[in-house]
């Protein structure tokens, strides 16, 4: 477990919160709590499920949707990551046009669920390796501003824009919609660490340039033992963005 008081909180998977009992997510709860964490964001919105593709299941989504965020609302989350680059793969051979409505619509209806328990929904772009829709800041901006929902606003994820050589102006640009941020070391995914830190050094310019002032969440593997490195990059982080 992360040392106490070395995060400021919690990010937690919907898919494994929607199978917890009432008594699991009460037991998790008291872990993290013992810790100092409190849980404020999910990722991994869906498990197996298609959000597009001749299996779409609009009732199943929105069943879905409702029960998941219902859980997190226990927890106490309120921002809730929607990537799941598989998920929304658009198949090939098929319609895209069709498949971009099914897209939006999910969004859409998870967003609708969120608003029941005063949760956000954040869009998360994915790079071209790992979907084939929705791949930079600036595309998923242009698709939240077309659903234009209260609870559905954007995520930039810091490796996944430079694996698109995309700007950080795209930050910029899009700060108004802009409610969460994923950060992992730009070429190896691993932890952040200072051998990237004149990196990090641009994005806390450009997220001081977009007045960003919520959450920034790690997302990437490890080199080194988990707790240490996790610990480490923790304190290196809080050094960058204090």
């Known amino acids: 477990m992360i040392e106490r008081g070395a995060a400021d909180y919690a990010e937690l998977g919907l898919s494994q919160i929607y199978k917890m009992s009432d008594s699991e997510i009460r037991e998790t709860k008291k872990k993290l709590a013992d810790r ?16 597009c593709g001749e299996v779409y299941d609009a009732k199943k989504i929105s069943e ?30 098929a319609n895209r046009e069709e498949c971009m409505r099914q897209i939006e619509e999910t969004f859409y ?30 595309e998923g901006a ?27 102006d795209s930050i910029i640009k899009n700060a108004d919609i802009i409610k969460h941020i994923h950060i992992a070391a730009p070429k190896t ?37 988990f707790l240490p490195g996790a610990n480490k990059s923790l304190e290196f982080l809080k050094k960058i963005f204090k």
Do not use: W
Not at 36 to 51: H, K
């Open 189 to 225: 995914r691993n932890f952040p660490s200072e051998a990237e830190t004149e990196y990090y050094n641009k994005l806390k310019d450009a997220l001081k340039k977009a007045n960003y002032d919520l959450r920034i969440s790690i997302e990437g593997g490890y080199s080194e033992d």
């Open 64 to 93: 879905y949707s409702k029960k998941a965020l219902y859980k997190a609302a226990q927890f106490g989350i309120h921002t809730s990551v929607l990537g799941n680059g598989s998920a929304r793969r658009i198949p090939e051979g």
């Open 142 to 168: 242009k698709l939240c501003r077309k659903l234009n929902h209260p609870n559905v606003k954007l995520l930039a994820d810091i490796f996944h824009m430079s694996v698109e050589d995309e700007s950080f």
């Open 109 to 138: 209806t998870a967003g609708s669920a969120a608003a029941e328990f005063g949760t956000v929904i954040v869009i998360e772009p994915l790079n071209s390796n790992e979907t084939n829709v929705i791949t930079t800041v600036a």
């Open 36 to 51: 100092g964490l409190v849980p404020e964001t999910s990722n991994s919105f869906f498990g197996n499920m298609r959000m």
